[in-house]
């Protein structure tokens, strides 16, 4: 940790050295965001001393996660505060008693080996576009004794899933912006009667959130979920933490609102 303080301070002298008198609010706010991430490291750190890499809490509560994330913020994630907002939704569909879920854009299986574990019952096929996060994923399904029921793969095309026709089941898709690629209804009929969760990336994809909606209007009744933080119950430990550190524990690096469409197929 000691060469990332130096990395770290080393970064910011030369960043801060370039600034004007009056540097703008993005080069300051840029330079906040690296401080944040690199304290929340240290959060990180005393977490895994104390629980070694299970989840503490949420929906996926004693999981065994990873010490390194594919990508975003771990910190929420071993807490378990990670995407509060979506909490309720997955509980509900964990009472449906669906047969299969889809994960496109699993990374390293946070979603794919947490609904595996929270619902027995189903198999769920992990895709990504990285090898690297496809390995990540088989080695934490495995961990967790689910290895048999998370099928990992590759891309994943819009026509795929007309495998998945007449089915019940469930989609989750973040992928950066290439939602609007994959979720074709034109493409994939059976999308129809699967219900989705899906991450929306305005921020990479000018009207994402909007097209979705009206692709899938027709269709299915449609919840727009924003993000806000969430009550969540900490480890004992926490209540030592200085008030920053324990906002920072749970913030997820976002730059800019994702908001979830959950969608359901309409009723009859």
């Not at 706010?29 to 690199?38: E, G």
């Not at 007309?162 to 089941?169: D, I």
């Not at 000018?206 to 979920?225: E, S, Y």
Request: charged share 20%; glycine share 8%; hydrophobic share 45%.
């Amino acid at each position: 940790m000691n060469s990332l303080n130096h990395q770290i301070a080393s970064h910011l002298k030369k960043v801060a050295g370039e600034w004007p008198a009056e540097p703008d609010t993005v080069s300051i706010n840029a330079a906040l965001r690296v401080m944040s991430r690199w304290r929340q490291f240290h959060i990180v750190e005393s977490y895994l001393r104390r629980h070694g890499t299970i989840i503490w809490g949420g929906p996926f509560r004693g999981m065994d996660y990873v010490a390194t994330a594919a990508e975003g913020a771990l910190m929420p994630r071993l807490l378990g505060s990670y995407e509060g907002e979506l909490h309720p939704h997955l509980r509900a569909f964990a009472e449906e008693d669906l047969e299969v879920i889809i994960d496109v854009g699993c990374a390293e299986g946070y979603y794919a080996v947490g609904l595996a574990r929270l619902m027995p019952q189903v198999t769920v096929h992990a895709r990504d576009i990285d090898e690297k996060a496809l390995q990540a994923c088989r080695a934490l399904a495995d961990k967790n004794g689910v290895g048999e029921r998370v099928i990992v793969g590759g891309e994943f095309q819009p026509q795929d899933f007309e495998a998945f026709a007449g089915r019940r089941g469930l989609v989750m898709v973040d992928a950066e912006g290439a939602e609007l690629d994959v979720l074709q209804p034109e493409l994939s009929p059976a999308l129809a009667g699967l219900s989705l969760i899906v991450e929306t990336h305005d921020i990479y994809r000018a009207g994402c959130l909007a097209t979705l909606q009206q692709r899938f209007a027709p269709t299915h009744d449609i919840v727009v979920v924003e993000q806000q933080y969430l009550p969540f119950d900490p480890p004992p430990w926490f209540a030592q933490l200085p008030h920053l550190d324990r906002m920072l524990a749970v913030w997820e690096w976002r730059v800019s609102p994702t908001p979830w469409l959950v969608m359901r197929p309409k009723a009859g």
